[in-house]
């Protein structure tokens, strides 16, 4: 089985972009619940993470889409999904096993202070994004990334 053979890193760095996909769909989920227009409300935050790459030019609504602003962004998310998911290794060994889910929500709170209170030091269109939905979504992600790596890392061990 391939997940014996995984080193940490590798686990680690697949639970980041595990978790990067899961908070966004849970994200694009509580757009809808709360009635917001989730295709401009995505494509908003699309332009927003392309703009750390980009620069700000890119930030004012374009009548269509843009595949070189998608894939801008695209790499932002899969850079700090990337980060991210590396630090569950460190999370891992200062956590019980069966902490982890919480541990890992309470990195994704840490994670939304970081990105939303720090960065927007350098990249200030993302004050906007200080809400309660981009909090949850932060929240998942951290104890999305916790949980898939600890399982990850439990498989690996069961197989050898």
Same mark, same amino acid.
């Given at each position: #089985?391939?997940?014996?053979? #995984?080193?940490?890193?590798?686990?680690?760095?697949?639970?980041?972009?595990?978790?990067?996909?899961?908070?966004?769909?849970?994200?694009? %989920?509580?757009?809808? *619940?709360? $009635?917001?227009? &989730?295709? /401009?409300?995505?494509?908003?935050?699309?332009?927003?993470?392309? /703009?750390? *790459?980009?620069? +700000?030019?890119? *930030? +004012?609504?374009?009548?269509?889409?843009?595949?070189?602003?998608?894939?801008?962004?695209?790499?932002?998310?899969?850079?700090?999904?990337?980060?991210? $998911?590396?630090?569950?290794?460190?999370?891992?060994?200062?956590?019980? +096993?069966? /902490? !982890?889910?919480?541990a890992g929500a309470v990195f994704g709170l840490a994670v939304f202070v !970081?990105? !939303?209170?720090?960065?927007?030091?350098?990249?200030?269109?993302? %004050? =906007? =994004?200080?809400?309660?939905?981009? @909090?949850?979504?932060?929240? &998942?992600? $951290? @104890?999305?990334?916790?949980?898939?790596?600890?399982?990850?890392?439990?498989? $690996?061990?069961?197989?050898?």
């Open positions: #089985m391939i997940v014996s053979r #995984m080193p940490a890193w590798c686990a680690a760095l697949l639970a980041g972009w595990l978790a990067g996909g899961v908070a966004t769909l849970f994200e694009v %989920a509580l757009w809808w *619940l709360a $009635g917001d227009a &989730v295709i /401009a409300t995505l494509w908003r935050d699309t332009r927003r993470a392309a /703009a750390v *790459l980009l620069g +700000p030019t890119v *930030l +004012p609504p374009p009548d269509t889409i843009d595949l070189h602003v998608f894939a801008a962004a695209a790499l932002v998310h899969l850079l700090l999904s990337s980060v991210y $998911g590396l630090l569950q290794i460190v999370l891992a060994r200062l956590v019980a +096993p069966r /902490a !982890m889910a919480l !970081m990105n !939303m209170y720090g960065f927007t030091l350098l990249f200030p269109w993302f %004050a =906007d =994004d200080r809400d309660g939905i981009t @909090a949850a979504a932060h929240v &998942v992600f $951290g @104890a999305s990334a916790a949980m898939s790596f600890a399982l990850l890392r439990a498989l $690996g061990r069961r197989t050898h």
